[in-house]
């Protein structure tokens, strides 16, 4: 697979050029603001190498689940208001719309070394379509504001594995080039996929284990120890013939769980559930809770309808152990329920576990998305880790062994 750079592309000159960066500004709103930065963090150096040679920048990105039209709630003016927070230098602005009129005034008239943002791609239902025709000539569109010698960047990791028409068929109209986050990012997940140091410790969570099957399912041989936490841990307990209350579970994938326990053994892979819960009497932040057994969901206070919401701390210090065994950890997935205080101390042992493990020289990678969330929120720095990733689909898809269009674009 050859894939031209992002130096390549400087080297051959981009002062007075346009250039599209397809980057990720997907980040999570608190009403008007930006709660969480890391993704346009991680986004500006590219866009400032490439404005500090002499290009006219062109960005495009999407923010959450449009359909297909434009919606207030969507539009990427408060990461562009937190762009322009971050790097004044660059006069980025944000056009009114995508490749209409607004978008090629506003584009005509942009300065080198200038940045203008083009609102929401998915406010255009071309972008997402599964018509191949339609997405090509959405991506007409947008390589037509790039100029007679328009380039396209690939920046986002956090959509290599859409095919989308920003992400995949702009590549066929405008020379592409892979941006240095997508680099990094490919790096890291190599380290994690080829030749892993050992032993190899994985930490998953969040809400369904449907989500992670596929990982799983790749990794049994591969990782030395898997960690369960989160929604999804509810599954593998019913697995074992465990009562779980109200709890999230799948009961549909209960057969799944339980093969891979069998495989696991054969395999040379260690599943580690969590030995004791914090369970709550509702969802909520003040809800009442106690901890109990793992396998005692059900005699709570609350009985049945107890939900677990966090590991508990007996199993925290268990995760916490394992991990400071490893040589290479991957975590991708909260504990509990990260935003509630009362349910974040299982997280937060993850993330102590993960930065003190760095500190001693082993690799850790965070997986994007709630976990990079968690990480932030719960006051760690990104430098306590050895990558925090920007693309969480994307990457448990690399795990999984899939090829990503976005990547397979760029190939030429």
């Known amino acids: 697979m050859t894939l031209h750079t992002l130096s390549e592309l400087i080297d051959e000159g981009v002062r007075g050029r346009y250039v599209l960066i397809r980057s990720d500004l ?3 709103l608190d009403g008007a603001s930006v709660s969480d930065d890391g993704r346009i963090k991680a986004s500006l150096p590219v866009i400032k190498a490439l404005a500090g040679a002499g290009a006219k920048v062109l960005v495009s990105a999407h923010l959450g689940r449009p359909k297909g039209a434009p919606e207030a709630k969507y539009s990427l003016a408060p990461a562009v208001d937190r762009l322009a927070e971050l ?7 944000l056009a ?11 584009a005509a008239a942009l300065a080198e070394g200038s940045v203008l943002v083009l609102e929401n791609v998915r406010f255009d239902p071309r972008e997402t379509s599964k018509d191949d025709a339609e997405r090509a000539s959405f991506a007409d569109e947008l390589a037509a504001l790039t100029g007679e010698h328009g380039a396209y960047v690939d920046d986002a990791f956090g959509a290599v594995h ?6 995949c068929d702009i590549a066929k109209v405008l020379p592409s080039y892979q941006g240095d986050l997508v680099r990094t990012e490919l790096d890291v997940l190599t380290k994690l996929t080829t030749g892993t140091v050992r032993p190899y410790v994985v930490v998953l969570g969040g809400s369904k284990v449907s989500d992670k099957l596929a990982v799983i399912d790749n990794l049994l041989g591969k990782a030395d ?4 936490g989160g929604g999804m841990l509810f599954t593998f307990l019913a697995a074992q013939g465990h009562q779980v209350g109200a709890s999230l579970l799948e009961t549909d994938q209960i057969p799944v769980v339980q093969d891979y326990l069998k495989r696991a053994e054969a395999a040379g892979t260690t ?5 004791d819960i914090v369970v709550a009497a509702s969802f909520s932040a003040d809800a009442a809770h106690e901890t109990v057994a793992a396998g005692a969901i059900e005699s709570s206070s609350f009985g049945a309808s107890g939900l677990g919401l966090d590991i508990g701390p007996e199993s925290g210090a268990a995760f916490a152990e394992a991990i400071s065994t490893a040589k290479t ?9 990260f935003e509630f205080p009362a349910f974040a101390e299982g997280t937060r042992a993850i993330a102590a576990a993960l930065a003190e493990n760095t500190a001693k020289g082993g690799f850790t990678v965070v997986g994007g998305g709630d976990s990079a969330a968690a990480v932030r929120t719960l006051g760690f720095a990104d430098d306590a880790f050895s990558h925090i990733s920007t693309g969480g689909g994307a990457s448990l898809e690399v795990l999984e062994g899939k090829k990503l269009p976005g990547l397979t674009a760029l190939e030429r």
């Open 271 to 275: 599943f580690v559930l969590p030995t």
């Open 225 to 228: 120890t898997i960690l369960v």
């Open 96 to 106: 009114a719309d995508t490749t209409g009129p607004a978008a090629q005034a506003a």
């Open 87 to 93: 790097a004044p230098e660059l006069n980025a602005t």
């Open 26 to 28: 997907n980040v999570p």
């Open 162 to 167: 859409r095919r989308h028409a920003s992400v």
């Open 329 to 337: 950890v991957f975590w991708n997935g909260p504990m509990g329920v």
